[in-house]
């Protein structure tokens, strides 16, 4: 047998049973602001027995710090006239206009027990036999509020660690540039340029041009594996330490051998590719060795070639390795590019590449070294659109006048 709506909403029985099986605290207080009803969660909340809770003034049913501490009735504390609570009560009397889901953070006296309670609470007017009433609905809200604080806290210090961290990646922004050379070496016969791109705020790329002597150029170029602060880290150690090796500029071969017994062991996965060459200004020689780094490439009567001979393994990893360089004579008008594999990883790892480095050098082969590598590196940055590099980018060059 089907039971009618309005049967339901004249059983007092079943307004009853929804009265009581609501989880929130609710009471009822009449224009005295005393408590006339109220259901099971409400007194579980406040741990009152119904004697002490019909009939008996709001703020001394809750335990409200300043009724107990004041021994005084609620409405006359020193903080009735900024409760929350009892201004939206006397508010819904006079306007009957309702609260909705104000929180306020109190202190209380439950279970004649000192507690901070954050409590939504609800406050509307209602009218029962032309009596006025003011129901109250209050969620206690404390553990939500609390996580939120923590919450609050750890954000906060979030943004403190994250504000340190971004100082110090300026700082080691700083220090890595003081590496790289402010100013490539003006020599008479032969024209120089640079570009580097690290991926992130500082990279693992290094690179120099070293006027060892009135005769002699050294050009370096590096790549730790990785980048961010760890391969920073390591390149500040390379510089550092080709600075104590200087007097081995002159010879590539034990300069690479050299680098590579300082960098052992640097650790479990880190490991650096290198490349160095010595050009002779008079002689036109240029000796040169390759550690695991990627081919130098020549451009000579307009014909790419790539210097795949004098290699070495990786620095940092083996012991007795043999180094040995290779030497070759450079004429007027060759172009030497030297770059870190960020660059051919940025066409490789296209899934629909159908071109190559060699495509984008060959485009501009008879362009002065200036041109031809800036005009490399827009061509792949377009390439690329709006793909980020998946590595630092270094490309070097010179020609011979």
Avoid: W
């Avoid at 508010?91 to 104000?102: D, G, I, L, V």
């Avoid at 730790?224 to 550092?240: D, F, L, N, R």
């Amino acid at each position: 047998m089907k039971v009618s709506l309005k049967e339901l909403k004249d059983s007092n029985f079943f307004l009853n049973t929804i009265f009581e099986n609501i989880t929130s605290a609710i009471f009822l207080v009449d224009k005295n602001i005393e408590v006339q009803q109220f259901n099971e969660p409400f007194q579980t909340l406040f741990n009152k027995k119904e004697d002490q809770i019909l009939g008996k003034l709001c703020g001394n049913v809750i335990g409200c710090k300043y009724t107990i501490e004041e021994k005084k009735k609620c409405g006359s504390t020193s903080n009735c006239d900024q409760c929350l609570i009892r201004k939206s009560i006397i508010k819904a009397f006079k306007e009957k206009t309702p609260t909705f889901k104000n929180v306020v953070h109190r202190d209380f006296y439950i279970n004649n027990q000192f507690i901070q309670k954050y409590f939504q609470f609800t406050t509307k007017h209602l009218t029962f036999n032309e009596e006025n009433m003011v129901m109250v609905i209050l969620d206690d809200i404390t553990q939500i509020e609390i996580s939120k604080k923590k919450l609050r806290e750890r954000n906060k210090m979030i943004e403190s660690y994250h504000k340190r961290l971004k100082e110090e990646l300026s700082l080691a922004k700083n220090v890595q540039q003081n590496l790289i050379p402010k100013k490539l070496p003006e020599i008479e016969g032969i024209s120089l340029t640079s570009i580097y791109q690290p991926l992130e705020e500082i990279g693992g790329d290094l690179y120099d041009f070293i006027k060892i002597d009135e005769d002699n150029l050294g050009i370096f170029l590096s790549d730790i594996s990785g980048h961010g602060v760890p391969a920073a880290m390591v390149t500040a150690m390379v510089k550092a330490i080709m600075e104590t090796g200087k007097y081995l500029f002159n010879h590539p071969a034990v300069l690479m051998s050299y680098l590579n017994k300082k960098l052992m062991n640097i650790g479990t996965t880190m490991y650096l590719t290198a490349l160095y060459g010595v050009y002779n200004i008079k002689t036109h020689q240029f000796t040169y060795i390759r550690c695991g780094h990627p081919y130098p490439i020549l451009i000579r009567n307009h014909e790419y070639i790539e210097l795949n001979t004098a290699g070495s393994t990786v620095l940092g990893v083996f012991e007795n390795i043999n180094f040995e360089s290779e030497t070759i004579e450079l004429k007027p008008k060759d172009k030497l590019i030297f770059y870190t594999d960020g660059l051919t990883e940025s066409i490789d790892h296209d899934p629909y590449h159908v071109i190559t480095l060699k495509d984008f050098i060959l485009r501009y082969k008879d362009k002065d070294i200036l041109s031809l590598i800036h005009n490399i590196y827009e061509d792949i940055t377009q390439y690329k659109k709006d793909k980020d590099f998946e590595d630092d980018i270094c490309i070097l060059g010179m020609e011979i006048k």
